[in-house]
């Protein structure tokens, strides 16, 4: 008996101690004993900060002395300048492309060298990712910077503690399938960190793509969920990334390169005088150096590139890869990219797995903005420009930009299977119960995709989300509806109601007292509510605006009229010598001329001579 007693006090001892010494390692304030689950940012593309280092390891420092960032590119604009002046002026002379679009290329090779991949898709560059293999609670201030700056998950710290947020930096532009193994074993850190058994991840943009491999790669780590809240993630890619690597390109095709693409990427008349500028070249030769610099950047830099090939949506992957990775030297990025194009098919059946187990899953979904125009498909399906709704929406049925659906469309209820929900958006402009998880994703109206972070309503849900567990769908609570609508109040808030409120009242006339008390009221309903529409928040300001111009606070806007020099120039020339160089003029001008004086000729004199015979 003594025996045994010993044995037990022995054993007891052991335990005590491994237990005590397994919460010294747990790192939070709770212990694991909380109601809310850890979270961990997986952020989207240029999230994370990646250094360039010299040979020595130390970073690499600009003019500035700041630390050089790897994303997109490094642009050395003196060695570009030194590598293209010689071939610029020799093909601007000669009219003829020497070594102009070779030296592009060069600069191309050189500006993406530091985020190259090898043949098995390793980055090859001298490069540091800044990573945060702790919670936010332990990074510097300067961190905590870097990451509410790209995620402003401030409240949710608040809330939850920064002891239950985490931020899993990765490299953009290397291998995905590393990115994912990685952030599994960050998964089990957090977990053994927070003394939870479950967290939650949050997935956005890119990280939607970390999010596949993880789930096909790992499924075990399903019961490592509490939740997922997916924002804008590129469950099946971005069409603008399939074209590129298919180099099915608009700025390939002449005529929309000397008339149209430039204004989708910038105001008109700056665009029309590109356009015009362009021409010192002909256009042979534009084109010619245009194709060698998109060859080198799809064949020798982004093919390498597995990070890349996970933005490839599923339609475009097989023949993407048959055209890149066919040749044997590539059979290991091919290995690697065949294994994420499995997982991009399975995405649906594997967050439904989620969802059976009992994952709560989420999504956050911006529409309505046109892709940026740079691949040919770039209108095949709405956007939030920059990831087509398709992949974000996980399937949603939906009209283009600036469509409806047809009058006559029905409600598909591919998903939903409660006849009272009304999925349609209030503008008719998508079907919500076509997309996989129609009960807990929400959609926001004109959100552009790249300011996503900066729509308060969206951080507020999130927070929300992760924080609490009062939003389980959008029925929950009708400040968050399905249907929302894009924001930015940071000018309301920030500069346009301090003003307002700041004016004496007493000093106006009755009318624009009121008026004035009538537009601070609206701003302020509008800043302190959770639900808008698209469009709401220009009104707002315009009002605001409008009576502090009135009452004397504001200049008058000086309106000035907008130069269309350039469009009309180039509008002329285009429709009268089509997409030709200025040097190419010469002779399109003469035929103009001879056909015009042989048109009079046959018009004034041979035709009438002709009737007369
Ligand atoms: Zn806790
Ligand atoms: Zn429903």
């Avoid at 998508?430 to 929400?442: K, M, Y």
């Avoid at 009135?550 to 020339?573: H, I, N, Q, R, T």
């Avoid at 200025?582 to 001008?589: A, K, N």
Wanted: with cysteine; charged share 20%.
């Amino acid at each position: 008996m003594k025996k045994v007693i010993s044995i037990i006090l022995a054993l007891a001892m052991i335990f005590s101690v491994l237990t005590v010494g397994a919460s010294a390692a747990v790192k939070t304030e709770c212990g694991g004993n909380c109601d809310t689950c850890p979270s961990i940012v997986v952020p989207g593309i240029g999230q994370s900060n990646v250094w360039a280092l010299d040979e020595n390891g130390d970073y690499l420092l600009d003019d500035n002395g700041e630390r050089m960032s790897c994303f997109p590119a490094i642009f050395d604009i003196g060695s570009i300048v030194l590598k293209a002046v010689v071939p610029v002026l020799l093909t601007l002379v000669t009219q003829h492309d020497i070594g102009l679009s070779k030296a592009l290329s060069d600069v191309v090779l050189d500006s993406f060298a530091v985020n190259m991949c090898d043949n098995n898709g390793k980055n090859t560059g001298n490069i540091e990712v800044e990573k945060y293999p702790y919670s936010v609670a332990e990074c510097s201030e300067y961190e905590k910077e870097q990451i509410y700056d790209n995620v402003p998950l401030l409240d949710y710290a608040k809330q939850a503690g920064e002891d239950h947020l985490y931020y899993f930096a990765y490299n953009s532009f290397s291998n995905h399938l590393d990115i994912v193994n990685e952030l599994y074993d960050f998964i089990q850190m957090v977990k053994e960190d927070t003394g939870h058994d479950k967290v939650n991840i949050v997935p956005i943009s890119m990280g939607g793509s970390v999010a596949n491999g993880l789930l096909e790669y790992h499924p075990d780590v399903m019961d490592s969920l509490n939740k997922v809240v997916y924002i804008v993630p590129a469950l099946d890619g971005s069409t603008i990334v399939g074209d590129l690597l298919l180099k099915d390109l608009t700025f390939l095709d002449k005529d929309f390169l000397y008339n149209g693409f430039l204004e989708t990427l910038m105001d008109e008349d700056e665009a029309r005088m590109i356009e015009v500028i362009a021409r010192i070249l002909p256009d042979q030769v534009l084109l010619k150096c245009l194709n060698a610099v998109a060859d080198t950047l799809v064949n020798d830099v982004a093919a390498n590139i597995t990070t890349l090939w996970a933005l490839c949506p599923s339609s475009a992957y097989p023949e993407a890869a048959k055209e890149l990775l066919s040749d044997p030297s590539k059979a290991e990025i091919k290995r690697q990219t065949d294994m994420y194009y499995k997982a991009q098919l399975n995405s649906d059946a594997n967050i439904q797995k989620l969802v059976d187990k009992g994952v709560q899953v989420f999504n956050i979904v911006d529409y309505d903005v046109p892709l940026y125009c740079i691949g040919n498909t770039w209108n095949g399906d709405n956007a939030d420009g920059v990831i087509h709704l398709d992949s974000t929406s996980m399937g949603v049925v939906s009209a283009k930009v600036g469509e409806t659906l047809p009058e006559d469309y029905v409600q598909a209820n591919t998903y939903c299977s409660n006849p009272e929900h009304n999925h349609i958006s209030p503008d008719r402009v998508l079907d919500a119960s076509t997309g996989l998880l129609p009960d807990t994703t929400f959609y926001f109206d004109g959100q552009n995709h790249e300011r996503t972070a900066r729509n308060d309503i969206i951080i507020s849900l999130a927070t929300r989300l992760l924080a609490t567990d009062d939003i389980t769908d959008v029925y929950s609570d009708e400040n968050y509806p399905q249907f929302n609508g894009a924001r930015d109040p940071r000018k309301i808030k920030n500069n346009l109601l301090p003003a307002a409120k700041n004016v004496d009242a007493s000093t106006l006339n009755a009318e624009d007292a009121s008026e004035l008390a009538a537009a601070i009221a609206e701003a302020e309903a509008f800043v302190n509510g959770t639900v808008c529409v698209a469009g709401q928040e220009d009104k707002i300001e315009e009002r605001l605006n409008s009576i502090l111009v009135k009452v004397g606070v504001y200049a008058p806007d000086e309106d000035e009229e907008p130069s269309d020099f350039f469009s009309k120039l180039s509008l002329w020339l285009y429709d009268n010598y089509g997409t030709a160089g200025y040097s190419e003029m010469l002779p399109i001008t003469f035929n103009l001329i001879f056909k015009g004086f042989f048109s009079v000729i046959n018009d004034k004199i041979l035709a009438p001579v002709n009737s007369l015979i």
